[in-house]
C-alpha cells in the first residue's frame, strides 16, 4: 500500500472520529427534557421504512447534509444503524428541514 493511500486513510479515520466526538458532544450537552405519558398510553411503533421515506423525501429537496447530520447525531453513519427508540426523535427532527 503506498503512502499517499495509508495517509488518505488516516485523514478518512480521523474524520470519522471527529464526527464520532461531534455527536456525542450534542448528546452530552443537549438539555434533557422528561416527557410525562400518560399510563396505559403507548406510542404507535415507527418502521425504518417510515423513517427512511421521510429521510429520502427530504435529502431529495436538497437536505441530504442535514439528514447525515441527524443520523450522525443518533451514533451511527447510516439509518439502519440506528435504535428504533429514536425514530420518533428522527422523525421530529427531520419535520423542521426546510421549515424555518
Do not use: H, W
Not at 450522525?72 to 439509518?79: I, N
Not at 440506528?82 to 420518533?88: E, L, T, W
Amino acid at each position: 500500500m503506498s503512502k499517499t493511500k495509508l495517509l488518505l486513510d488516516v485523514v478518512e479515520d480521523m474524520r470519522a472520529l471527529a464526527d464520532s466526538i461531534k455527536a456525542v458532544c450534542d448528546v452530552v450537552t443537549e438539555p434533557e427534557t422528561p416527557t410525562a405519558k400518560p399510563e396505559g398510553t403507548k406510542e404507535p411503533e415507527i418502521s425504518l421504512e417510515e423513517v427512511r421515506m421521510v429521510l429520502a423525501d427530504k435529502s431529495q429537496s436538497g437536505f441530504t447534509g442535514e439528514v447525515r447530520d441527524i443520523i450522525k447525531k443518533y451514533g451511527a453513519d447510516k439509518l439502519s444503524a440506528v435504535d428504533k427508540k429514536f425514530y420518533a426523535d428522527i422523525l421530529k427532527a427531520a419535520e423542521v428541514l426546510g421549515n424555518g
